[in-house]
C-alpha cells in the first residue's frame, strides 16, 4: 500500500525510524522504492546532477520535469518536491501557485519549503489550510547558502533557542514532518521530543523519527560530500571502471 503523511505520524508514535532518500530520475526512483525507501524527496540538491554550484539555479519547471519521471518510478513511497528559491518566498499567491502545479502536474503527495521565520509560518499555514501537505525544513537551509554558508546551525544558546521556537510555529502551522538539517544532536532531541509531528534529520543525529541523505551521496557519485553524510559505496569509482573496461574492448576489437 502507497504510504500518506499520517503514517509518519504513526510511526514516531510507535517508534518505528522514517527512511528517506533524494531521487532525480526514474531509474534511481524505482531502485530506492524497490529497496523499501519510505520517503523519496526531489529536493533542489538536483543541482548536483545538473551540474549546478548551489541549488538556488534550481528552477521550478526543472524540478517539475525530474518529478513526474521519479513519480513513474514508484509505487509504495511518499513522494515529496522541494520548492526551488524564489518560487514560494514573495507572496502566498506564489507559493500556491508554486505548489499547486507541482501536486497537479507531478503526482507528488507533498512539498519542502524552508525556513521558520514569522512570513513563512503564513505562507506554510495557508497552504496546509488549502490542503497541501508542507514538509518543513530548518537548520542549514541550503537555499540561503549566501546569508548562512554551509556550516552547521543552532551552535549558540540564542540560535538554538530560535530554531526549537521556530519548530514548534511550523507544527502549529500544520507541517507533517520537519527536516532538521545539520545542528547539534542535543538539539535535535530537544525538538524531536517536543514535536508530535516526526523529525527527519541529515546532520542533526541518531536521535531524530528519520534519516535522509542525499542519493548521489549515499552512492558515492558527488564529486564534494558533506562532512554529515555516510558514503556506502563509490559508484564514480565502480563507473569509470567499467567504461574504462568498455573502452578499451572496443579499440582492441575486443566488443
Not at 506564489?94 to 505548489?99: D, G, P
Not at 514569522?118 to 508542507?134: E, H, K
Not at 510555529?169 to 545542528?183: K, S, T, W, Y
Not at 534519516?211 to 564529486?223: A, M, N, R
Request: with cysteine; charged share 20%; proline share 5%.
Amino acid at each position: 500500500m502507497p504510504i500518506n503523511t499520517q503514517q509518519l505520524k504513526q510511526w514516531k508514535q510507535q517508534g518505528r525510524p522514517i527512511v528517506a532518500l533524494t531521487a532525480w530520475d526514474y531509474a534511481i526512483a524505482q531502485l530506492l522504492d524497490a529497496a523499501g525507501v519510505d520517503l523519496i524527496l526531489v529536493g533542489d540538491s538536483l543541482s548536483v546532477i545538473l551540474g549546478y554550484e548551489t541549488t538556488l539555479p534550481v528552477t521550478l519547471e526543472e524540478i517539475i520535469h525530474h518529478a513526474k519521471a521519479v513519480k513513474r518510478g514508484i509505487k509504495r513511497a511518499l513522494l515529496v518536491v522541494d520548492l526551488p528559491f524564489l518560487t514560494y518566498q514573495e507572496s502566498i499567491s506564489q507559493a500556491m501557485q508554486s505548489a499547486g502545479r507541482v501536486l497537479k502536474e507531478t503526482g507528488a503527495q507533498g512539498v519542502k519549503l524552508e525556513g521558520g521565520y514569522p512570513a513563512m509560518i503564513d505562507i506554510i499555514s495557508r497552504l496546509v489550510q488549502a490542503g497541501i501537505p508542507v514538509l518543513g525544513h530548518l537548520g542549514l537551509t541550503p537555499q540561503s547558502i549566501h546569508q548562512l554558508g554551509l556550516k552547521q546551525q543552532g551552535k549558540t544558546p540564542q540560535t538554538a533557542d530560535l530554531i526549537f521556537h521556530q519548530a514548534i510555529a511550523l507544527e502549529q502551522a500544520g507541517v507533517f514532518a520537519l527536516v532538521l538539517e545539520h545542528i547539534p544532536s542535543h538539539l535535535a532531541v530537544k525538538i524531536t521530543k517536543e514535536l508530535s509531528i516526526p523529525t527527519i534529520g541529515i546532520g542533526a543525529g541518531q536521535e531524530c523519527n528519520g534519516q535522509i541523505l542525499v542519493t548521489s551521496d549515499v552512492l558515492g557519485l558527488s564529486e564534494k560530500q558533506p562532512p554529515f553524510a555516510k558514503v556506502y559505496t563509490d559508484l564514480r569509482q565502480e563507473i569509470t571502471k567499467a567504461v574504462e573496461k568498455y573502452a578499451l574492448e572496443v579499440r582492441n576489437h575486443h566488443f
